[in-house]
């Protein structure tokens, strides 16, 4: 039979000359060392803290040979009084720079290290080719106490999801309570791995002391897994807030106004509360509200009427919010709140009762047009939409994808957690279903630009405090927009 280019088979196996090139001994061993000299170099620019204990060892060796013990030990008694002194002026700084780094060095050493390679080997993330084994690297160790950051860098191939899909393996290896894996900003090819060694959540978190101003873009109200103050962004942003019953959505609302309450009462904040469920959960706080919208009538007959006073709230807002787009447009793009302009915050407490269960049609109508406007424009004017809701569907709240940033108590289903923060969110370990009914107020935050979700706690706000809080910082005045607003 006929072949292209004629059949090799007639004239048997091809016969291939390959030149030979001979390389002195000499140019092998000088290649050999650099790379030597190379990786050595490059291990020194890695670990600079441990060149410079080794440097300090030698030179106190050298100097106790040479001098005598006496200026080793004044240097070091030196030292150990500027710790001291670090430790009780700023704790916090020493405890995150010192204690943290030198625990992170230890684990390192003894846990992760330790057993790196048959933890890659069982968990099947090591790769065998013609006979020669490869292991992703161990790149370094952070440590805060309750969690163990290890920056891994990934073998060719492998992906964040192949990480994912063995956490749990991980973490029985490196007797850790969890392990999350989380992307390294700018690094393709690195990841991070937290391993739980303790849990810091499972305590009620006290209320932070509220900042004076409050810094709008970062307000803390929650305390991570890692045992350090976690942020939520109000300015410029809206928040939705999503929990089964007593997960703690009540927590989360009143640490965002306690955050807030210091630009309450100096007029940079209004919030305009409107409360579907006749005002159970934020009536403590009306000393608080610029507006108070909470769904009940004097005499209780009136069952249908009070929901378009929830549709000319929302529709007010969005009158604020046209207004402001005229003033701004061409001068900014983001609002800077002023005594004259303040940041309106509408926080709306069970936001299904509004978009899903309304039975007046004009009225929901209404609620879900001006509330899908808001949500699509107001927050660059400066009018936030803080709501809460226990059903995450689209057929619950079909504007659910409008707000930017998403916290997730404990659910139900776990298909809540896809709905509210992803596809993939569970099996990076946003596992908000079994979050156990006994710490309510723990959480997912999910945020843009942040390609994972925070486990937080919400801190812990009281009837006291509350009390408190309504007494210390009520508004000073209220002229910007229309006066106190209440519907009953």
Same mark, same amino acid.
């Given at each position: 039979?006929?072949? @292209?280019?004629?059949?090799?088979?007639?004239?048997?196996?091809?016969?291939?000359?390959?030149?030979?090139?001979?390389?002195?001994?000499?140019?092998?061993?000088?290649?050999?060392?650099?790379?030597?000299?190379?990786? %050595?170099?490059?291990?020194?620019?890695?670990?600079?803290?441990?060149?410079?204990?080794?440097?300090?060892? #030698?030179?106190?060796?050298?100097?106790?040979?040479?001098?005598?013990?006496?200026?080793?030990? &004044?240097?070091?008694?030196?030292?150990?009084?500027?710790?001291?002194?670090?430790?009780?002026?700023?704790?916090?700084?020493?405890?995150?720079?010192?204690?943290?780094?030198?625990?992170?060095?230890?684990?390192?050493?003894?846990?992760?290290?330790?057993?790196?390679?048959?933890?890659?080997?069982?968990?099947?993330?090591? *790769?065998?080719?013609?006979?020669?084994?490869?292991?992703?690297?161990?790149?370094?160790?952070? &440590?805060?106490? /309750?969690?163990?950051?290890?920056?891994?860098?990934?073998?060719?191939?492998?992906?964040?999801?192949?990480?994912?899909?063995?956490?749990?393996?991980?973490?029985?290896?490196?007797?850790?309570?969890?392990?999350?894996?989380?992307?390294?900003?700018?690094?393709?090819?690195? @990841?991070?791995?937290?391993?739980?060694?303790?849990?810091?959540?499972?305590?009620?978190?006290?209320?932070?002391?509220?900042?004076? !101003?409050?810094?709008?873009?970062?307000?803390?109200?929650?305390?991570?897994? =890692?045992?350090?103050?976690?942020?939520?962004?109000?300015?410029? /942003?809206?928040?939705?807030?999503?929990?089964?019953?007593?997960?703690?959505?009540?927590?989360?609302?009143?640490?965002?106004?306690?955050?807030?309450?210091?630009?309450?009462?100096?007029?940079?904040?209004?919030?305009?509360? +409107?409360?579907?469920? %006749?005002?159970?959960?934020?009536?403590?706080?009306?000393?608080?509200?610029?507006?108070?919208?909470?769904?009940?009538?004097?005499?209780?007959?009136?069952?249908?009427?009070?929901?378009?006073?929830?549709?000319?709230?929302?529709?007010?807002?969005?009158?604020?919010?046209?207004?402001?787009?005229?003033? #701004?447009?061409?001068?900014?793009?983001?609002?800077? !709140?002023?005594?004259?302009?303040?940041? +309106?915050?509408?926080?709306?407490?069970?936001?299904? &009762?509004?978009?899903?269960? *309304?039975?007046?049609?004009?009225?929901?109508?209404?609620?879900?047009?001006?509330?899908?406007?808001?949500?699509?424009?107001?927050?660059?004017?400066?009018?936030?939409?803080?709501?809460?809701?226990?059903?995450?569907?689209?057929?619950? +709240?079909?504007?659910?994808?409008?707000?930017?940033?998403?916290?997730?108590?404990?659910?139900?289903?776990?298909?809540?957690?896809?709905?509210?923060?992803?596809?993939?969110?569970?099996?990076?370990?946003?596992?908000?279903?079994?979050?156990?009914?006994?710490?309510?107020?723990?959480?997912?935050?999910?945020? =843009?630009?942040?390609?994972?979700?925070?486990?937080?706690?919400?801190?812990? *706000?009281?009837?006291?405090?509350?009390?408190?809080?309504?007494?210390?910082? /009520?508004?000073?005045?209220?002229?910007?927009?229309?006066?106190?607003?209440?519907?009953?």
């Amino acid at each position: 039979m006929n072949r @292209l280019g004629g059949d090799r088979r007639e004239h048997g196996p091809m016969r291939l000359n390959v030149a030979k090139v001979r390389v002195p001994l000499t140019a092998v061993l000088a290649a050999w060392a650099g790379r030597q000299l190379a990786s %050595g170099v490059w291990w020194l620019l890695r670990h600079p803290l441990a060149v410079a204990l080794a440097v300090a060892a #030698l030179m106190a060796v050298r100097v106790t040979a040479t001098r005598g013990p006496v200026l080793v030990l &004044s240097v070091a008694a030196v030292a150990v009084a500027v710790l001291v002194a670090w430790w009780r002026v700023y704790p916090r700084s020493f405890v995150r720079l010192v204690v943290w780094r030198t625990r992170g060095l230890w684990r390192a050493a003894t846990v992760y290290r330790w057993v790196w390679q048959p933890a890659m080997v069982t968990a099947g993330l090591a *790769v065998r080719v013609d006979g020669t084994g490869y292991l992703p690297r161990l790149v370094s160790v952070a &440590s805060t106490g /309750a969690v163990d950051v290890v920056r891994v860098r990934m073998l060719p191939g492998q992906t964040l999801t192949d990480w994912a899909s063995n956490t749990q393996r991980l973490a029985q290896t490196f007797g850790a309570v969890d392990c999350r894996v989380r992307t390294v900003p700018g690094r393709a090819h690195d @990841l991070a791995l937290w391993f739980l060694t303790t849990d810091p959540l499972t305590a009620p978190v006290e209320p932070f002391e509220p900042a004076d !101003p409050p810094r709008l873009g970062a307000l803390p109200v929650a305390v991570g897994e =890692d045992g350090l103050v976690h942020h939520v962004r109000l300015l410029g /942003a809206h928040v939705l807030v999503i929990g089964a019953t007593g997960s703690g959505k009540g927590s989360v609302l009143w640490s965002l106004l306690a955050a807030v309450a210091p630009g309450i009462r100096d007029g940079l904040v209004q919030v305009w509360a +409107i409360d579907p469920k %006749g005002g159970m959960e934020l009536a403590p706080g009306r000393a608080l509200f610029a507006r108070f919208v909470y769904g009940d009538t004097a005499d209780g007959a009136d069952t249908t009427g009070y929901e378009l006073e929830f549709a000319r709230g929302f529709e007010d807002a969005v009158t604020v919010m046209r207004r402001r787009q005229s003033a #701004l447009r061409g001068r900014s793009r983001l609002h800077t !709140p002023t005594a004259d302009e303040p940041l +309106i915050v509408v926080i709306v407490d069970e936001l299904a &009762s509004l978009t899903a269960y *309304v039975n007046d049609r004009d009225a929901k109508r209404r609620i879900i047009a001006a509330l899908s406007l808001l949500l699509s424009q107001g927050r660059a004017v400066g009018v936030s939409v803080v709501g809460a809701v226990q059903d995450p569907r689209k057929d619950v +709240i079909s504007m659910r994808d409008l707000f930017p940033t998403r916290i997730l108590l404990r659910v139900t289903e776990p298909e809540h957690v896809a709905l509210a923060l992803g596809q993939g969110a569970r099996d990076r370990g946003a596992r908000a279903d079994l979050i156990d009914e006994a710490t309510p107020g723990v959480a997912y935050v999910g945020q =843009d630009g942040a390609p994972e979700a925070a486990r937080v706690r919400f801190t812990h *706000v009281t009837d006291a405090d509350i009390a408190a809080l309504a007494q210390a910082y /009520a508004p000073r005045s209220m002229t910007a927009l229309p006066a106190v607003a209440e519907v009953a």
